[in-house]
């Protein structure tokens, strides 16, 4: 049975706080605000930069049987996009991290991200369709577009021009916070 009280965010750079300070990024800012607002969670950041679904994959058994969270937020697939991997293969590999959380009982948050359109149309909408197809098959809620409010405001992104800095990072967590909030229980 899952700790009730244990938040696994489980993503890569996006959410590993990549360029910043990790007391900046939307994960440490995610901790602050639900004890701030009185939730009794312990927030888990088991991100890793650079971190493919495939990767992400390997290391999620372990994460869970360490960790027995209620709650997953699952921000993977971006790298994947980035380096032209196969979407089937992304598909394959998020659902299977879908129900590997679901069977550790706990509920899973499904992070959506969109990439560039580099590598044409189609793969870029094969790309963005997994997220509501996964969300809408095991019945999960799903943040759209991570990035939705930073992306192409340059004021809020590094001048990588694909990771928030740091003024940019509470604008993601407030993104993200209206799909996690449902999900959340009160410290009795």
Known sequence: MASARTILVFGDSLSAA???????????????????????????????????????????????QLHTPEIVILELGANDGLRGLPVSAMHKSLTRMVELSQAAGAR????????????????????????????QQYHLPLVPFLLEKVALDPALMQEDGMHPNPAGEPPVLDTLWPYLKPLLKKTP
């Not at 994960?27 to 888990?44: D, E, P, S």
């Not at 899973?108 to 509501?132: A, C, D, K, M, Q």
């Open 18 to 64: 990549y360029g910043i300070q990790p007391e900046q990024g939307w994960v440490a800012l995610l901790a602050q605000r639900l004890h701030a607002q009185g939730y009794g969670y312990q927030v888990i950041n088991a991100s890793v930069s650079g971190e493919t679904s495939t990767g992400g994959l390997e290391r999620l058994p372990r994460a869970l």
């Open 108 to 135: 899973v948050l499904l992070v959506g991200i969109r990439i560039p359109p580099n590598y044409g149309p189609r793969y870029t909408e094969e790309f963005s369709g997994v997220f509501p197809e996964l969300a």
